[in-house]
């Protein structure tokens, strides 16, 4: 049994290094990897920004919104922050995270619409796995989430559980976190047992103020913006009212100006959008150069 | 709890440690201790199922002990036809009684089947461990054994962790007797455990969870595919199903192997079968010859005429399939094989090939390799009417393969990926050919270099490491 015992553990032993140096070679390529979630990730590490205009909010802020066409207007430098599948807790996540490698901005645009101010979790996690090590995604996101135990402790043990091939399944090029959808308009019905409900969760709703009060302390300014939906989206909405209701308090309170461009002229027209939510490239680019504008009238005022 | 889960790569240790040091003084500790630690392995999936094991092993045990103390032979005969009923009874309630009820539905009622389907989850293993209690009473009435008094000991036999879910279905004559005796531990037999835990984890989740990828994407849309595609993915699901199965049975055999328990053999090379005949005498081992046993030869075996051979066969291939899934092409699946076997039994060589292919040479002949090539197409044709969600859709998926382009490149999403893969089904196949008169692949006791032998572990353990599909794949033969 001795024996068995010691070499088990010799063996088991030399495993763990092996999972640590392959942790440690897989995670050195992951952070020069400039496709898909790593890529944003990695120039917000790598200190490559330095933006004067951030844009911040979910998968709409990330398709909507071209810094290329803001910048051609403003003549700033902007980038692009939105994260897919976001509420407002793991926007903030990342925007704490970019201030941590980067200056202070001088503007930002908080994209917002109805499920904004909800809570998620959980969503595409394996984008920070190179980062693990990074005291501050061991503090602002690993708690919160759902990580497991053991893809806390055992090296290299979230990789393969995750699948190592399908950390370079999204090839996906995005420019100064913007990414342009060369899609066309594909909907399903629409689904009345399921409409989308504005829900305002307590923590998300508490991060926004945090970063609201910090910001107005910090001399940055920040900018709600509703992106364009696709009209048929009203049809699966609820409680509209009570989102603009609520947005417009807190822009009251926090002296924010807001920008409405949820009825916009492209909102009726499918031509622009690949879905009732997001813009096609077209679209995204028509709405930016037109933001463009009414954000250079309202800087100058 | 999944084999290859991380719940189970700490309850193994802590299980192990438990039973060697601390339940160690008596054999009837450690039945107690094994029989706790398996229920909480099963419980793990669904607690409540716990209740069915134990009244499934209580009228095993409570038949086997009625049937061996009666002298008269019609009760013993009823004893032992009340417990199969029950036991039958419970396995067609959770596992057919809404197959047939629909079955009936489509035939009688126009597809309306409100209200008669009872939607019962099926609970894990429930084929493997009823089939395993019942042999316990039906060898008892056939006075091959003899009854065991203590409840915990039986009780430890049928809900045994390692094989509790997908087997091997074992025999009370071979496993019991192993719960009576004091268990030493022996430093060879653990050792191959554990190359056998490695051996099957590279199996399942190197081969059989990366085939699944291809193999279920392909079969979602079959009409989307052309014909070179899906022959790959027929292939690739052969190799999925052998790779899922073995490797749990290579796991289980060889975590047995740690307690000091040797289980039976479930499956030897077989798609190095030269005939379907040795194909089944290869595959699924405990299955088959549980069938052998407790049916085929009570209906009168091979020992009678050709017309009652012919109908034995049909009836063991017809019930094995139906044994895999309460689905029609299970029975198809099941009813294909006996064709297959049919002009064996004609011409009487169905016991043609009883030894190992090539056993004293290297590499096999030509005509070895062209029958064992014939019989692993048969039996992937067999694999794709397995697959398949309907007998239609079987066929739909068989009759497209010559339909379109047949001699183009398969589509691969990733090239590089999928080479890899391929290279690890030859090593595989390799390794097995190597050992197939040993049966036991990754014997490498041979190479005296321990730096050697720990760094070939290592290099499977990293394969396994990088090439984890990361799927989370259950084992195919859960459902079953």
New interface residues.
């Given amino acids: ?1 001795r ?2 015992i010691i ?2 553990s ?2 088991l032993l ?2 763990t290094a ?2 640590a140096v ?1 942790d440690v070679c897989l995670t050195h390529k992951l952070r020069h990897y400039d496709r898909g979630r790593f890529l944003v990730w990695n120039e917000i590490f790598d200190n490559h920004i330095d933006a004067d205009l951030l844009i911040m909010g979910s998968s709409r802020a990330w398709v909507h919104y071209s810094p290329e066409i803001l910048d051609s207007v403003l003549h700033t430098h902007s980038y692009n922050l939105g994260v897919d599948g976001s509420c407002f807790n793991r926007q903030y996540t990342r925007y704490r995270i970019y201030r941590k490698h980067q200056p202070k901005p001088r503007i930002i645009i908080q994209n917002f619409e109805c499920t904004t101010l909800d809570y998620t979790t959980g969503y595409e996690q394996y984008q920070y796995f190179p980062y693990f090590s990074d005291p501050d995604i061991q503090r602002w996101v690993i708690p919160y989430e759902e990580f ?1 135990i ?1 893809d806390r402790i ?1 090296p ?2 979230r ?8 950390l370079f399944a999204n090839k996906l090029k995005v420019e100064r976190g913007y990414l342009g959808h060369e899609k066309v308009w594909k909907v399903e019905p629409i689904d009345k047992d399921n409409l989308i409900h504005f829900t305002v969760d307590p923590r998300s709703l508490s991060l926004l103020k945090q970063f609201l009060s910090k910001s107005a302390e910090e001399g940055v300014q920040v900018i709600f913006v509703h992106s364009p939906i696709h009209i048929s989206l009203t049809e699966c909405q609820d409680d509209v009212d009570s989102m603009w209701h609520t947005w417009r308090q807190i822009a009251d309170q926090y002296n924010i100006p807001i920008l409405d461009y949820q009825y916009d002229s492209l909102s009726y027209d499918t031509t622009y959008f690949y879905n009732r939510m997001h813009l096609n490239k077209l679209g995204a680019e028509i709405f930016s150069r037109h933001l463009a504008e009414d954000l250079k009238k309202l800087l100058e005022e | 709890m999944l084999f290859n889960s991380i719940e189970f790569a700490i309850f193994l240790p802590i299980v192990f440690l438990l039973y060697w040091f601390v339940f160690n003084k008596k054999v009837k500790t450690q039945n107690l201790f094994i029989l706790a630690v398996s229920y909480l392995f099963y419980g793990w999936w669904d607690w409540r199922f716990l209740l069915l094991i134990a009244f499934t092993s209580f009228c095993s045990w409570g038949s086997g002990m009625l049937i061996y103390q009666s002298n008269n032979p019609k009760r013993k005969k009823l004893i032992n036809a009340a417990n199969i009923i029950i036991n039958l009874l419970i396995l067609g309630l959770f596992k057919y009684y809404d197959f047939f009820a629909q079955t009936f539905a489509d035939l009688f009622l126009n597809g309306k089947s409100d209200g008669i389907l009872l939607n019962l989850i099926l609970p894990v293993g429930i084929s493997f461990y009823t089939f395993q209690a019942l042999s316990y009473s039906i060898d008892i009435y056939r006075n091959k054994i003899q009854p065991t008094r203590d409840i915990v000991q039986f009780f430890a036999f049928v809900s045994f962790f390692p094989q509790l879910v997908a087997g091997p279905i074992e025999r009370a004559s071979n496993l019991l007797p192993q719960f009576e005796r004091p268990r030493t531990f022996n430093y060879r037999d653990a050792a191959e455990g554990m190359r056998l835990i490695l051996w099957g984890l590279f199996k399942k989740i190197v081969i059989a969870d990366n085939c699944a990828e291809y193999v279920n994407a392909v079969f979602a849309a079959p009409d989307a595919h052309k014909g070179s595609t899906l022959i790959l993915a027929a292939i690739f699901f052969s190799f999925q199903i052998y790779g899922d199965f073995s490797g749990y049975s290579d796991i289980a055999i060889g975590t047995a192997k740690l307690f000091g328990i040797r289980l039976m053999k479930n499956f030897n090379v077989p798609y190095f079968s030269r005939d379907i005949a040795e194909f089944w005498r290869r595959w699924h081992i405990s299955l088959t010859t549980w069938f052998r046993d407790y049916l085929y030869i009570p209906l009168g075996g091979s020992h009678c005429s050709k017309a009652k051979v012919v109908r034995n066969t049909f009836v063991i291939f017809l019930v094995s399939g139906l044994w895999h899934g309460a689905n029609w092409t299970f029975v198809v699946w099941g009813a294909f094989h006996a064709f297959l076997f049919l002009p064996l039994i004609l011409l009487g060589r169905n016991r043609n090939h009883r030894d190992t292919v090539a056993a004293n040479r290297v590499l096999p002949s030509l005509k070895e390799c062209g029958q064992m090539l014939l019989t692993f197409t048969l039996a992937t044709i067999g694999w794709v009417i397995f697959r398949a969600e309907s007998i239609t859709a079987a066929w739909d998926y068989l009759a497209s393969i010559p339909q379109d382009r047949l001699l183009s490149f398969p589509w691969l999403p990733s090239k590089t990926h999928y080479l890899v893969l391929v290279m690890c089904i030859v090593f595989m196949l390799a390794e097995e050919w190597n050992h197939r008169l040993q049966g036991t692949p990754l014997q490498l006791a041979r190479i005296k270099s321990r730096v050697v032998r720990f760094t070939i572990y290592l290099i499977l353990l990293a394969l396994i490491a990088l090439l984890n599909s990361g799927s989370g794949n259950q084992f195919i033969y859960f459902q079953f």
């Fill in positions: 049994m024996k068995f070499r088990t010799i063996f030399l495993a092996l999972m392959l497991t053991a055992f290299f043990y990789y393969s559980n995750f699948g190592v091939e399908k």
